[in-house]
Nanobody, 117 residues
Framework: QVQLVGSGGGLVEPGGSLRLSCAAS????????MVWYRQAPGKQREFVAAITPHSQASYADSVEGRFTISRNNAENMGYLQMNSLKPEDTAIYYCNALSGSEYLFSWGQGTQVTVSS
């Protein structure tokens, strides 16, 4: 199965920042909506942010104003800038690409974000 590669997670103190990256090998992302989801322990995977091929962005209420999703189509990359991080942001973060109602790639392994003192 083809999957996107998410990276950039780590351990950060509350109020800190992280920048997540998302890339695919051998596949162009230009024409797809790119999405970020996260899954915390004991919870279902939840929507975080999405961005259209022309950089229209949308966010979950819980992260709006703190997170910024972006993309660089020339580099075939997607990004999630995470500022003012809170402990409740702790989760495994996954990226994917959306075509209609279907995700193009497997969810893969994600990248762990831990916000803790």
């Amino acid at each position: 199965q083809v999957q996107l590669v998410g990276s950039g997670g780590g351990l950060v103190e509350p109020g800190g920042s992280l920048r997540l990256s998302c890339a695919a090998s051998g596949s162009r992302l230009n024409f797809y909506i790119m999405v970020w989801y996260r899954q915390a322990p004991g919870k279902q995977r939840e929507f975080v942010a999405a961005i259209t091929p022309h950089s229209q962005a949308s966010y979950a209420d819980s992260v709006e104003g703190r997170f910024t999703i972006s993309r660089n189509n020339a580099e075939n990359m997607g990004y999630l800038q995470m500022n003012s991080l809170k402990p409740e942001d702790t989760a495994i973060y996954y990226c994917n690409a959306l075509s209609g109602s279907e995700y193009l790639f497997s969810w893969g392994q994600g990248t762990q974000v831990t916000v803790s003192s």
